[in-house]
């Protein structure tokens, strides 16, 4: 027997007002006692509440979206009647006193049926996530049915995509993520036009949306001062009657830092076992063309001097606008700059060149007013970000890197010494 019943919002505690952010079952359904029936979220946390009678769902009052207070009608539910424990012994003896009433027949022997167990296949409407997990799957291309939750009654988290994720990294090399877009219909609200892609810029969308999803990005800002460093490259420009760019200068402080900080040149195994440390320092350079951004790399930056780097910092962009860089210039980079220090803004986050753990990005040099002996003066600041993978690269490694760095760029000495060829 059951009893069409009505369940109202429990005590919500010290919340007056919460937002339902999902309803767990569908009219029709059977649900339990402790079965979750919606998800409400408050600032702090996300509380389920359950339908706290056994029956079938006969229509839910709320939706995504509402806002619910204590003592509002949520669920309608055909409840099942218990009986108490008098009503079922009066029930008992009744049912007794009846079959010993019954005519005594032939013994007939009935072949018993074993119970047959009804297997609950798992589908997106009855997935429990919250819509931050939601959303955090479709930007992996995640289904949601795929993944095991480890919150209350089976609830996914965030932390069971990241695990998910991390094992078909682990376990399946070929796995690939799904790269997808909404399918918006955009001239319903003006002119459009279509733009076909270039291979080349399909294949630098797949590289930097596949960084970005496998490497845990972090990036580390400072300011740096290259006041002293600009004074000395305009000085050694006249001198030499030559045009050496602040890049050059930068680049060689960079491997001078690296030296210092091994990890920075590393890359991680294929199989995420190994960190393989690089005696060499190769550094790619980000460089601007009709097509989009072509990494290059200068190679043995350790072995040459500023005005080579210079003048192969010149030679690869060069080549990289008119696409004719050889396949060798594009590979073997141990540690990359991105800079746009000749076109403004001010801090950024670059994205990580698989298979390197680091990429350096540089901004436009501004003045900034500071006190120096008690004196104002206009120190010349170059803005750098440090983007890292935090699964190889701690915090604080990044930032002694980024203070070593700005120290090195102060090193007048040993840009001096090696502006040329011994």
């Given at each position: 027997?059951?009893?069409?019943?009505?369940?109202?919002?429990?005590?919500?505690?010290e919340v007056?007002?919460?937002e339902?952010?999902e309803?767990c079952?569908?009219?029709?359904?059977?649900v339990?006692?402790?079965?979750?029936i919606?998800?409400?979220?408050?600032?702090?946390?996300?509380?389920e509440?359950?339908a706290?009678v056994?029956?079938?769902?006969k229509?839910?009052?709320v939706?995504?979206?509402?806002?619910?207070?204590?003592?509002?009608?949520?669920?309608?539910?055909?409840?099942?009647?218990?009986k108490?424990?008098s009503e079922?012994i009066?029930?008992?003896e009744s049912?007794?006193?009846?079959v010993?009433?019954r005519?005594k027949?032939?013994?007939?022997?009935?072949p018993?049926?074993?119970?047959?167990?009804q297997?609950v296949k798992?589908?997106?409407s009855?997935i429990?996530?919250?819509p931050?997990?939601?959303k955090?799957?479709?930007e992996?291309?995640?289904?949601l049915?795929?993944?095991?939750g480890s919150?209350?009654?089976g609830r996914i988290?965030?932390?069971?995509?990241?695990i998910?994720?991390?094992?078909k990294l682990?376990n399946n090399?070929n796995?690939?993520?799904q790269?997808?877009?909404?399918?918006i219909d955009y001239?319903?609200?003006?002119?459009?036009s279509?733009?076909k892609l270039?291979?080349?810029?399909?294949?630098a969308?797949?590289?930097?949306?596949?960084s970005?999803?496998?490497?845990?990005?972090?990036?580390?800002?400072d300011d740096?001062?290259i006041?002293?460093?600009?004074l000395?490259?305009?000085?050694?420009?006249?001198?030499?009657?030559?045009?050496?760019?602040?890049?050059?200068?930068?680049?060689?402080?960079?491997?001078e830092?690296?030296?210092?900080?091994?990890?920075?040149n590393?890359?991680?195994s294929?199989?995420?076992?190994?960190?393989?440390?690089?005696?060499?320092?190769n550094i790619?350079i980000?460089v601007?063309t009709?097509?989009?951004?072509?990494?290059?790399?200068?190679?043995?930056?350790d072995?040459?001097?500023i005005s080579?780097?210079?003048d192969?910092?010149g030679?690869?962009?060069?080549?990289?606008?008119d696409r004719k860089?050889?396949?060798?210039q594009?590979k073997g980079?141990?540690?990359?700059?991105?800079?746009l220090?000749g076109?403004?803004?001010?801090?950024f986050?670059p994205?990580?060149?698989?298979?390197?753990?680091?990429?350096?990005?540089?901004s436009?040099?501004?003045?900034?007013?500071s006190m120096?002996?008690?004196k104002?003066?206009?120190?010349?600041?170059?803005?750098?970000?440090?983007?890292?993978?935090?699964?190889?690269?701690?915090?604080?490694?990044?930032a002694?890197f980024i203070?070593?760095?700005?120290?090195q760029?102060k090193?007048?000495?040993?840009?001096?010494?090696?502006?040329?060829?011994?």
């Amino acid at each position: 027997m059951s009893e069409l019943r009505t369940i109202n919002i429990p005590d919500l505690g010290e919340v007056e007002e919460v937002e339902v952010i999902e309803v767990c079952v569908k009219s029709g359904q059977e649900v339990g006692t402790e079965d979750s029936i919606i998800i409400l979220e408050t600032d702090k946390a996300a509380m389920e509440i359950p339908a706290s009678v056994n029956g079938t769902v006969k229509s839910i009052l709320v939706k995504e979206g509402d806002i619910v207070k204590e003592g509002m009608p949520f669920l309608e539910i055909d409840a099942e009647i218990v009986k108490s424990k008098s009503e079922k012994i009066i029930e008992s003896e009744s049912l007794e006193q009846e079959v010993e009433d019954r005519p005594k027949k032939a013994e007939v022997e009935v072949p018993i049926k074993k119970a047959q167990i009804q297997q609950v296949k798992k589908n997106n409407s009855s997935i429990h996530s919250g819509p931050a997990t939601r959303k955090l799957a479709r930007e992996f291309g995640i289904n949601l049915s795929d993944v095991t939750g480890s919150g209350p009654k089976g609830r996914i988290l965030k932390e069971d995509l990241h695990i998910y994720v991390s094992n078909k990294l682990n376990n399946n090399t070929n796995y690939e993520f799904q790269f997808t877009q909404p399918d918006i219909d955009y001239s319903k609200w003006g002119e459009i036009s279509t733009e076909k892609l270039s291979k080349f810029q399909k294949t630098a969308l797949k590289n930097l949306h596949t960084s970005w999803i496998n490497i845990p990005h972090v990036t580390q800002h400072d300011d740096s001062d290259i006041t002293d460093l600009l004074l000395l490259r305009n000085e050694l420009n006249e001198s030499h009657k030559v045009k050496v760019s602040p890049l050059a200068y930068i680049i060689k402080a960079t491997v001078e830092t690296l030296k210092l900080f091994p990890i920075m040149n590393t890359s991680l195994s294929d199989n995420l076992d190994n960190l393989i440390q690089k005696k060499y320092y190769n550094i790619g350079i980000a460089v601007d063309t009709p097509d989009g951004l072509i990494v290059p790399n200068i190679k043995n930056v350790d072995t040459k001097s500023i005005s080579q780097i210079s003048d192969e910092i010149g030679e690869l962009a060069s080549l990289a606008k008119d696409r004719k860089l050889k396949v060798d210039q594009l590979k073997g980079a141990s540690f990359t700059i991105s800079s746009l220090s000749g076109i403004g803004g001010k801090y950024f986050t670059p994205i990580i060149n698989p298979p390197e753990v680091a990429i350096l990005g540089l901004s436009k040099t501004y003045d900034n007013l500071s006190m120096v002996n008690n004196k104002i003066t206009t120190l010349k600041q170059l803005p750098i970000s440090l983007s890292y993978d935090h699964r190889v690269i701690n915090g604080a490694y990044a930032a002694k890197f980024i203070t070593e760095l700005s120290n090195q760029l102060k090193q007048i000495k040993l840009f001096k010494k090696t502006f040329k060829d011994s």
